[in-house]
């Protein structure tokens, strides 16, 4: 698993590159009730606000990492999006994205460089 500075983590998962946020940023967004997903096969580009997070205490957006297409959405998140503050790194994921080179991911910090920016 690799981790931005904006508190997304990226897994590659059969090819894919499986986002969604860390730990420390749901415990910071608090409760979250409401998700607003992209359209599956939206062209994104690095920096792009691809989903739209809505907690107790703000709403927040969540760029894309990298270049690629959408390929898969988090639909469970429509009906429960608290799987977010349940399981992060786990069910509570949001997109797949299908990018060129999947080696692309290990530009970002490991889980030692990420521990160390949140500390």
Known sequence: MKYTEDHEWL???DGLIVVG???HAATQLGDIVFVE???VETQSAKGDEVV???SV???SDILAPLDGEIVAVNEALDG???LVNEDPTGAGWFFK???DDTSVINSYMDEDE???LID
Do not use: D, H
């Open 11 to 13: 897994r590659e998962e």
């Open 21 to 23: 946020i860390t730990e």
């Open 37 to 39: 997903l992209p359209e």
């Open 52 to 54: 739209v997070i809505e």
């Open 57 to 59: 205490k703000a709403a």
């Open 80 to 82: 429960k999006p608290a």
């Open 97 to 99: 994205l299908k990018v």
């Open 114 to 116: 990420y521990k160390a």
